[in-house]
């Protein structure tokens, strides 16, 4: 089974709907972030979360929230979605003693 | 402000041959991480190859190695006797404990040409 796994894989909505991404883990890791990849821009930090207490903005964190409902769950929620938030969502965690981290199969979120 | 650039949007390579990828980033730190990760067709996130910087040795793994060069703040990645699966978007991301986040380059798409 994956390390790291992401639902839904692919999301086709409509603006103005309340849509949640999943992530869930089973490497054991404390630290957990959640990304967008747009073409031609790379991977932007949306939120990070370094414990279930600890969560903290990133880049690019208008218009979504998340919620780490315990060590291995941590969900992002984009509370009206808009046609710019149509990108490739990625989930990841990281490894505190090599700083590796290790990613979700991402989530492919289109937005009417 | 950290930030990672790399200048190649697009390459190609003939298959069995040898082709660089550029990297380069800003910072003011000293004690970071910098990474080489592939993005195939299949999306999927998998790191090449990571280097400490206070280690001067270049990382290798198989056919991939990087070029650090700590003072000119570069981290290329060769990737030797390139084969058709190499084909694929590549990420160079810097991480330093200063602010615990990864930060990432905007890719270059490596094209394998058979």
């Known amino acids: 089974d994956a390390d790291v796994t992401q639902t839904p894989r692919n999301r086709i909505t409509k603006t103005g709907k309340r849509i949640m991404l999943e992530c869930s883990q089973t490497?054991?890791?404390?630290?957990m972030y959640w990304y967008r990849q747009d073409p031609g821009l790379g991977l932007r930090l949306i939120y990070y979360?370094?414990?279930?207490?600890?969560?903290n903005k990133g880049e690019i964190s208008d218009g979504y929230s998340v919620s780490r409902q315990a060590q291995a769950k941590f969900s992002l929620s984009l509370e009206s979605a808009i046609p710019n938030q149509t990108a490739l969502y990625f989930c990841?965690?990281?490894?505190?003693?090599?700083?590796?981290?290790?990613f979700g199969p991402g989530t492919r979120l289109t937005v009417t | 402000a950290q930030t990672v650039t790399q200048s190649q949007p697009e390459m190609s390579v003939q298959e069995a041959e040898t082709v660089t990828l550029s990297c380069t980033y800003d910072t003011s730190e000293s004690d970071y991480y910098l990474f080489w990760y592939k993005q195939p067709p299949s999306r999927q996130m998998i790191l090449v190859i990571r280097q400490e910087a206070y280690k001067q040795q270049n990382a290798t793994e198989n056919r991939f190695s990087v070029n650090f060069q700590k003072a000119a703040k570069s981290f290329s990645l060769k990737i030797s006797d390139s084969q058709l699966g190499d084909a694929a978007m590549y990420f160079c991301a810097y991480y330093t404990s200063g602010t615990y986040k990864y930060i990432f380059g905007t890719g270059t798409r490596l094209k394998v040409l058979a």
């Open positions: 979360s370094f414990d279930v207490k600890d969560i």
């Open positions: 490497k054991g890791h404390d630290r």
């Open positions: 990841a965690t990281s490894d505190d003693r090599d700083r590796k981290q290790y």
